[in-house]
């Protein structure tokens, strides 16, 4: 499906690689210019809400057999891990 998107998988080059595709612009800080500042284009935040619709259909195939009881103990556990690593858990706005 990442194919189909146009990306491949590199932690390197991953900006670039988002830059490229026209997911970001990349604009040099005129008043630091070793620094760049990224900000999502139009083609960006569709990309992100059209993946975002993909990971939330995986998950719900995921946990399609599980209980509404299962479904959030799994959920709380995982919203633990994620926020022992400072990351965004269930509850949180991702916008």
């Known amino acids: ?9 590199s932690c390197c080059g991953a900006r670039r690689v988002r830059a ?4 970001i612009q990349r604009v040099r800080d005129p008043a630091d210019r070793r620094r760049q500042v990224l900000t999502p284009t139009e083609h960006g935040r ?4 059209f993946c975002g619709e993909l990971a939330q259909s995986a998950d719900a195939e995921f946990a399609a057999d599980l209980t509404a009881t ?5 959920t709380g556990l995982l ?4 926020a022992r690593q400072e990351l ?3 509850g ?3 916008k």
């Open 70 to 74: 299962e479904s959030a103990v799994l």
């Open 1 to 9: 499906m990442i194919s189909d998107l146009g990306f491949t998988c």
């Open 46 to 49: 569709e990309l992100l809400a």
């Open 88 to 90: 965004p858990t269930a």
């Open 79 to 82: 919203d633990r891990l994620a």
């Open 92 to 94: 949180h706005d991702h």
């Open 20 to 23: 490229k595709s026209g997911a």
